[in-house]
């Protein structure tokens, strides 16, 4: 190292370069050969400017650049070899359990929805990930079934009117006197009737999963449905007594026919199953809901059949809902309506000893 120490005039105060002199400003020079880079500085000391020049050889710094080329040159090749390879292996032993998720998924097929996707012991966003996988598996896997087990059941209940049809069709061929034209046709009307009927509430089931059908809804009068069909029930049967003191103004929002059909199925099945009457109610005691209750005086629903009785296809008296022309549907179809329009049905004992069905809705309330 050298340096020097130069008055403002140019004149050298002061130096160890050995008689050779610095420029007085930053850069480069040689001394003996040899290349050395100069820092300047400006002071100032009992009123006399100076300026301080330092030089410092490069010679270190090639031989230390010289003697890391060939270490860079075969080091840095090795390294991002090292690199490269460390980051293959750990990527895969992390892709691994995805890859094994991807495989089981591509294995299952349509009719083999119980398998599962392997769940890794780590918990971090893999493990959530085959989670979530086996949780859609399963609402899958029960769709299915819910699937199957419909058109299961519905294949079965179309066997019995097709089947009815055809018995009277054969007997009234083989023997054409065995059977007049009016009970013929009285038996033809019944099982088609029955048909329809079943076809029809399957359609509303369908409509109903499928939200609606792309039905618009509206500010339902729940009161003028309930007193609709509890004027419908007077007409049709005048032996029940049909009680709607209890129905007050109401309204909710939501799909009217499918609201109507409801009210239907719920008063015709208090209707079938009635003793002797029969009450339609609207309560509006919970805030922002409404409850349609409908009630009878029959044997009411035993409390570990109360979930069944909304099960599609299910019948708690065989005999007795064949007979009265109950699809097993129309129960179904009350708690599915309701759940589409964010509610819920329940049954529980009335006052009257029997069964007390109650959907509860959302209600509109006026604004102020």
Do not use: C, K
Request: aromatic share 2%; charged share 25%; glycine share 10%.
């Amino acid at each position: 190292m050298a340096w020097q120490v130069t008055t403002g005039d140019g004149l050298v105060a002061s130096s160890g370069t050995g008689g050779r002199s610095l420029p007085r400003s930053d850069g480069t020079t040689r001394l003996d050969g040899d290349r050395y880079t100069v820092a300047v500085e400006d002071v100032e000391h009992e009123d006399t400017a100076y300026d301080v020049a330092v030089a410092v050889t490069l010679e270190d710094a090639r031989d230390s650049v010289t003697a890391l080329v060939p270490l860079l040159a075969v080091g840095l090749p090795v390294a991002v070899l090292l690199v490269g390879l460390t980051t293959w292996v750990v990527t895969g032993r992390a892709l691994r359990p995805v890859e094994a998720i991807r495989a089981q998924v591509a294995s299952i097929g349509g009719d083999d929805l119980a398998a599962r996707v392997p769940v890794p012991p780590s918990r971090d966003e893999v493990a959530r990930l085959a989670s979530t996988m086996n949780g859609m598996l399963e609402r899958l896997e029960h769709s299915a079934d819910q699937q199957r087990r419909f058109v299961s059941d519905t294949s079965h209940e179309l066997r019995s009117p097709l089947a009815g049809l055809r018995q009277t069709a054969e007997v009234s061929r083989s023997h054409p006197d065995a059977i007049d034209q009016a009970e013929l046709t009285d038996a033809v009307l019944e099982e088609t009737a029955r048909m329809q009927h079943l076809v029809e509430q399957m359609l509303v089931l369908t409509r109903t999963a499928e939200g609606g059908g792309g039905r618009r809804r509206s500010d339902v009068d729940l009161d003028d449905l309930l007193l609709a069909e509890a004027t419908r029930l007077r007409r049709l049967r005048p032996d029940l007594v049909v009680d709607s003191s209890g129905v007050v103004p109401a309204r909710a929002h939501g799909d009217g026919p499918a609201l109507a059909q409801v009210v239907r199925n719920l008063a015709d099945n208090a209707a079938r199953h009635a003793s002797g009457a029969v009450r339609l109610s609207l309560e509006v005691g919970v805030p922002g809901h409404v409850d349609v209750a409908v009630e009878d005086d029959g044997a009411g629903v035993a409390p570990g059949d109360r979930e069944r009785v909304f099960e599609r296809f299910v019948r708690l008296d065989e005999a007795r809902a064949r007979d009265d022309g109950g699809s097993g549907l129309g129960l179904a179809i009350v708690r599915e309506v309701a759940r589409a329009h964010g509610g819920d049905a329940h049954v529980e004992s009335g006052a009257r000893g029997g069964a007390r069905f109650v959907v509860r809705l959302p209600a509109v309330t006026d604004g102020p």
